[in-house]
């Protein structure tokens, strides 16, 4: 038999596979109360909505809707994502927006875009395993930035900067996944200006940012005050539509923008047109404002019931992040248990989470655990609340 991996390019070597979608059988079990996910709940899809203009872009724009279409994308979608970047208070113009397959696709192009072998990136400690793998496929060596409730710590940041000399900052600031957390607007301007002293780009991923369910929290974007032109914003539909069409978007700063398109020319031609002629369209109805209140009323109580059993089960043993938006919420157990240990026993009793080591690049973090409330009844959350505490009794 051939061993292809002798045909292995070098980066292919470095691929690594996620940690976490082996847990994903778990999700989809009935007996398994599960805070495993990292997806939208469908419940939240516009699928009626959806149905109707599916068939009317089909049948009386299929020139456009059936058809390639340009690289940068759509291009009445991309006004109306340089409109939302400017509700975000970020200044931008059409031209400097690329609709990518997701918001998924934007980084693995700036990934190839701007790294190479050896490259060092800073990511958050704990970190988006998706944005890591992008990284790590292009040989890139990742270093950990410390984060506390308040987001990344600038003198870790000063400190890991000075020792590493990275090319980027990878940071998802507004309810990060897997940690929930908001970064505070003080500590966004830290990061800005640590950019600016140690001459990295950062990547500013901000998926989350209209899933917010208090009263108060600024999700404004560093992007908004981005001076120097070194933040690359990425955005995407997935959490608050559909995540099946596969409709996200970055905005870069000039000649990087133009590289990217070249790098997305060779990598599809051009996103699912079908795909984002469904988002124009929805978009351009106005469906969208209603649709962000539907999302956010329907996970603003989910979410009061987990962190309401967590205190209930959890106090005194672990800490928890807020979710204060987002779909996650990140347990800290005080005690040095290595939470992936107690995944099978946690399935024997019929509930399911993923433990939080893998997202930690620096092998630390295994006393903690990622959950999510997307997905359960509030009834089935405090039950399965209930379990997980008898798991680490
Ligand atoms: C922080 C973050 N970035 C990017 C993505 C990818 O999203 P998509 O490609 O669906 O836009 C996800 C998905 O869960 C995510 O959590």
Request: overall charge negative; aromatic content about 8%.
């Amino acid at each position: 038999m051939t061993d292809y991996s002798t045909f292995f390019s070098r980066d292919a070597a470095n691929f690594r596979p996620s940690a976490i979608r082996a847990f994903a059988k778990l999700i989809n079990d009935p007996n398994i109360i599960s805070f495993a996910g990292g997806v939208p709940s469908p419940e939240t899809f516009p699928a009626e909505a959806m149905s109707e203009i599916a068939a009317r872009v089909i049948r009386d724009r299929r020139e456009v809707s059936l058809q390639y279409g340009p690289t940068r994308g759509l291009p009445r979608l991309c006004e109306g994502i340089a409109r939302i970047c400017e509700e975000r208070r970020i200044a931008c113009t059409t031209a400097g927006v690329m609709v990518t397959t997701g918001s998924q696709q934007a980084l693995d192009l700036i990934a190839h875009t701007l790294l190479d072998p050896g490259d060092v990136v800073l990511v958050e400690l704990p970190t988006y395993i998706g944005g890591s793998a992008s990284f790590f496929a292009r040989s890139a060596v990742l270093a950990g930035v410390a984060q506390d409730d308040e987001g990344i710590v600038p003198e870790s940041l000063d400190e890991v900067a000075s020792r590493t000399k990275p090319k980027l900052l990878y940071t998802i600031p507004n309810f990060q996944n897997p940690s929930g957390r908001l970064m505070t607007q003080a500590r966004r301007d830290a990061v800005l200006k640590l950019a600016s002293k140690h001459g990295f780009l950062i990547i500013e991923d901000d998926p989350y940012g209209e899933l917010l369910y208090v009263e108060g929290a600024d999700t404004t974007p560093m992007k908004s005050r981005d001076e120097e032109g070194r933040v690359i914003y990425l955005g995407s539909f997935s959490k608050v539509l559909a995540p099946g069409l596969r409709c996200g978007w970055i905005l870069a700063p000039g000649a990087l923008s133009t590289q990217l398109e070249i790098a997305k020319q060779a990598a599809d031609l051009c996103s699912g047109m079908l795909d984002q002629s469904i988002v124009d369209e929805f978009c351009a109805t106005g469906a969208l404002a209603p649709q962000i209140e539907k999302v956010r009323a329907f996970y603003r109580g989910k979410r009061a019931t987990l962190i309401d059993a967590l205190s209930r089960h959890f106090s005194g043993r672990a800490e928890w992040t807020s979710a204060a938006g987002g779909l996650f919420t990140f347990v800290t157990m005080h005690d040095d248990i290595d939470t992936a240990s107690r995944v099978a026993d946690a399935v024997a009793r019929g509930v399911a989470f993923i433990p939080g080591g893998p997202f930690f690049v620096d092998g630390s973090g295994r006393n903690t655990m990622r959950l999510t409330f997307a997905k359960e009844t509030d009834e089935r959350i405090q039950e399965g609340i209930k379990r997980l505490a008898e798991v680490f009794d």
